[in-house]
């Protein structure tokens, strides 16, 4: 996933940043200064395609 396609933290603004733990089933995007994430339960390795395309779309929502 390259990290151009994540918009800053909707909260502060802060840099998007990867913290996974793949061989324990989650991917997550976090915020580098105010910790706010998103995590998705992947559940095996070969789901983690799906899940980033998911993971991203997630964090970049915003509410209008």
Do not use: H, Y
Request: hydrophobic letters at 40%.
């Amino acid at each position: 996933m390259g990290m151009s396609e994540l918009k800053p933290c909707p909260f502060c603004g802060g840099e998007a940043i990867r913290s996974d733990c793949v061989a324990c089933g989650f991917i997550q995007i976090k915020c580098s200064e105010c910790d706010a994430n998103v995590t998705l339960m992947i559940g095996s390795p070969s789901a983690l395609q799906v899940g980033e395309a998911e993971l991203i779309k997630r964090w970049n929502r915003r509410v209008k």
